[in-house]
């Protein structure tokens, strides 16, 4: 049988003989360019236009709320 481990983002996995020991940190500098490349990506995909097929979906949701909010008493 086995017993499944919590995990604690910080420490990672907690084990049975490291309960006591001091969490590992990240280096300063590798959280540096982690945090860099993370919003270089971010700022990519903010920037990538919308498909028109997500656009005329998005509008159809828009005029199905407005008609059912009419709709209703």
């Not at 919590?6 to 996995?13: C, E, Y």
């Not at 940190?25 to 982690?34: C, F, K, N, R, T």
């Not at 919003?39 to 656009?55: A, C, G, H, M, N």
């Amino acid at each position: 049988m086995t017993t499944s481990k919590s995990v604690d983002p910080a420490q990672g996995a907690v084990t049975g003989s490291n309960e006591n020991a001091e969490p590992a940190g990240v280096d300063p500098a590798i959280q540096g360019a982690l945090g860099r490349k993370l919003r270089e990506s971010y700022d990519q995909v903010v920037k990538e236009t919308v498909p028109d097929k997500f656009l005329q979906l998005l509008d159809q949701l828009k005029q199905s709320e407005a008609s059912g909010k009419t709709g209703k008493s």
